[in-house]
C-alpha cells in the first residue's frame, strides 16, 4: 500500500521560509513524478511543483522564482522563500505511478500539511 507522509508545515511570516517534505514508500514501481498542491479555503487544488524522476521541474507561475522542488528517489522536498499570505493553505503531496506493465496511472495523496502565512 503507497504512503506519502508529509511533514515542515506550519507558521511563517511574510518573507519568510519553510521546507516541505513528502517521503513516499510501499510502491512496487518507481514514483515517476512527484509533486506539490495546494488548496486554500474556498478554492479548487492547485499544482505548486513537480519534478520528474529525472529531475524536471515544472512551477505554478503563482511560486515560481521563490519556491524549488527537489527529489532524492522517494522523497519530495519544497522549500519556500519568500512566503507571502497568499501562500496560505493545506498542501498536499502527489505521486504518480505508470506502471511499465500497464497503461493506467496511478495517483496517490499525502493527507495534507497546514502552511499559514502572516503579515
Known amino acids: 500500500q503507497v504512503q506519502l507522509v508529509e511533514s515542515g508545515g506550519g507558521l511563517a511570516q511574510a518573507g519568510g521560509s519553510l521546507r516541505l517534505s513528502c517521503a513516499g514508500s510501499g510502491s512496487i514501481f518507481p514514483f515517476n513524478a512527484m509533486g506539490w498542491y495546494r488548496q486554500a479555503p474556498g478554492n479548487k487544488r492547485e499544482l505548486v511543483a513537480i519534478?520528474?524522476?529525472?529531475?524536471s521541474a515544472t512551477y505554478s507561475t503563482a511560486v515560481e522564482g521563490r519556491f524549488t522542488i527537489s527529489r532524492d528517489n522517494a522523497k519530495v522536498y519544497l522549500q519556500m522563500n519568500m512566503l507571502k499570505p497568499e501562500d496560505t493553505a493545506v498542501y498536499y503531496c502527489?505521486?504518480?505511478?505508470?506502471?511499465?506493465?500497464?497503461?493506467?496511472?496511478?495517483?496517490?495523496w499525502g493527507q495534507g500539511t497546514q502552511v499559514t502565512v502572516s503579515s
Open positions: 502527489k505521486a504518480i505511478v505508470k506502471p511499465t506493465t500497464s497503461s493506467q496511472q496511478y495517483d496517490y
Open positions: 519534478i520528474t524522476a529525472g529531475s
